[in-house]
């Protein structure tokens, strides 16, 4: 199996051991993103709506140094620190970066480390 690390200063760098994304055949993976500055590692926004659009640029970052965009994400994974009461706010800017049919998604409370959104990706990247 071969695998291609994606990386990206575009996009917020890992804080520990791990790629931002990898290309394994035709589909991308990322890791979780948070809402992190790319420049500075400080998270950006003090509700849910700020941090969603924050990791949605930084994942959006890593899709692009492989040529993709969100119509190829395939499949989402979201960590929210507040499930229920932020599950609308987050909704609404997640939505906003897709059209329709919206990937799969799962969407789970955590105990996140001082931010309020985590998402990852599965991309396909067509022929």
Do not use: C, W
């Not at 760098?13 to 790319?38: E, N, R």
């Amino acid at each position: 199996m071969m695998k291609k690390e994606l990386r990206t200063n575009e996009g917020a760098p890992p804080i520990g051991a791990y790629s931002q994304g990898l290309v394994v055949g035709d589909f991308v993976y990322t890791s979780g993103a948070g809402p992190l500055d790319p420049d500075t590692g400080e998270i950006v926004g003090d509700d849910v709506a700020a941090q969603t659009h924050q990791t949605m640029r930084n994942l959006g970052a890593v899709l692009a140094a492989h040529g993709l965009g969100f119509d190829d994400v395939v499949k989402a994974t979201v960590h929210l620190q507040h499930l229920k009461r932020d599950f609308a706010a987050y909704n609404e800017v997640y939505k906003s970066y897709f059209s329709q049919p919206y990937p799969v998604r799962t969407t789970v409370g955590s105990d996140l480390m001082d931010i309020l959104v985590e998402i990852d990706f599965v991309a396909h990247k067509s022929a």
